[in-house]
């Protein structure tokens, strides 16, 4: 696994190999970032998107990006749509992380920025959802050698960037467990 950063910022203006789009299952764009990339990479992303469709939530498939040179390819991934959180949505936006970099790697990528998946219009929360995405992308070995976490507004950069700070699997607002020593 490569630096992982968090950058404040438009995710279609990276300058990276490919980029990860929260995608609908129909892979003709949305709103959101996904709208964003797709108005950014032109009506051809969304011609290639329905070739792949329907994708499923967890899942990730790839697409040239078209019209966001320097950006090669365009990962689209769905992530879960909040229900509660207890109805598996941990478990599917952390797949939605690990399949993109596994796609990612078979392409050959050598960096990748990922937007805060399922955070806007799904209402997965936000502190919830970055530490799942710190959590994924730190956990899964890949050969990507820089991984950015692209977010477009303060308070997601500042959740992504608490979520990187601490060990994995421990939220903003709660401590880390103590390792105790028997003696």
């Not at 710190?134 to 500042?158: M, Q, Y």
């Amino acid at each position: 696994m490569g630096a992982i950063e968090v950058v404040l910022g438009d995710i279609t203006r990276e300058n990276v190999d490919a980029i990860v789009t929260a995608a609908n299952e129909s892979l003709l764009g949305g709103g959101g970032v996904d709208g964003a990339v797709h108005r950014a990479a032109g009506p051809r992303l969304a011609e290639a998107g329905a070739a792949l469709a329907p994708c499923l939530p967890g899942r990730a498939v790839a697409t040239p990006a078209f019209d966001l040179a320097p950006v090669r390819y365009v990962i689209h991934t769905v992530g879960p749509v909040w229900e509660g959180g207890d109805h598996g949505e941990d478990e599917v936006l952390a797949r939605c992380y690990v399949n993109s970099l596994l796609v990612a790697e078979e392409l050959g990528v050598e960096s990748i920025a990922f937007p805060a998946i399922a955070t806007g219009v799904y209402g997965f929360p936000l502190d919830r959802a970055a530490v799942v995405a710190a959590d994924a992308v730190r956990s899964t070995p890949s050969t990507v050698g820089e991984i950015r976490l692209v977010a477009f507004d303060r308070e997601t950069h500042d959740a992504l960037r608490d979520a990187l700070a601490r060990p994995i699997g421990v939220r903003r607002g709660e401590e880390p467990p103590v390792d105790r020593q028997p003696g």
